[in-house]
């Protein structure tokens, strides 16, 4: 079966840094179309923050981490990461990995497989 496990959240100040794991099983990487990573803030509506599309390895980024936050995949190690830098209190959030495997669904009703998190602290 599926799954997502995502790792490496933690407690850190403002302007630092923290990379993310999410390992994946249970699914051939390349049949699927893209991973993405999205966070909720408490009280808040989850969004996306990167998505890696597999097949060329391809990523964009909402805005409010464009130039600070970095996704990238290794199939050697059944990982997508996502390296944090220059940190704010903004990103406080728990950090969600998923999966899709139908080309043009990379987007949040699309996924079809979800992780169950990871928390993300950022102190000012």
């Known amino acids: 079966q599926v799954q997502l496990v995502e790792s490496g959240g933690g407690s850190v100040q403002a302007g630092g840094s923290l990379r993310l794991s999410c390992v994946y099983s249970?699914?051939?990487?390349?049949?699927?179309?893209?991973m993405s990573w999205f966070r909720q803030a408490a009280g808040q509506v989850r969004e996306r923050v990167a998505r890696?599309?597999?097949?060329?390895?391809?990523?964009d980024y909402a805005d409010s981490v464009k130039g600070r936050f970095t996704v990238s995949q290794d199939t050697a190690k059944n990982t997508v990461y996502l390296q944090m830098n220059n940190l704010k209190p903004e990103d406080t959030a728990i950090y969600y990995c998923?999966?899709?495997?139908?080309?043009?669904?990379?987007?949040?009703?699309?996924?079809?497989?979800w992780g169950k998190g990871t928390l993300v602290t950022i102190s000012s």
């Open positions: 998923a999966a899709a495997k139908r080309v043009g669904y990379c987007y949040e009703p699309g996924m079809d497989h």
């Open positions: 249970g699914f051939t990487y390349s049949t699927y179309y893209c």
């Open positions: 890696i599309y597999t097949y060329n390895g391809a990523s």
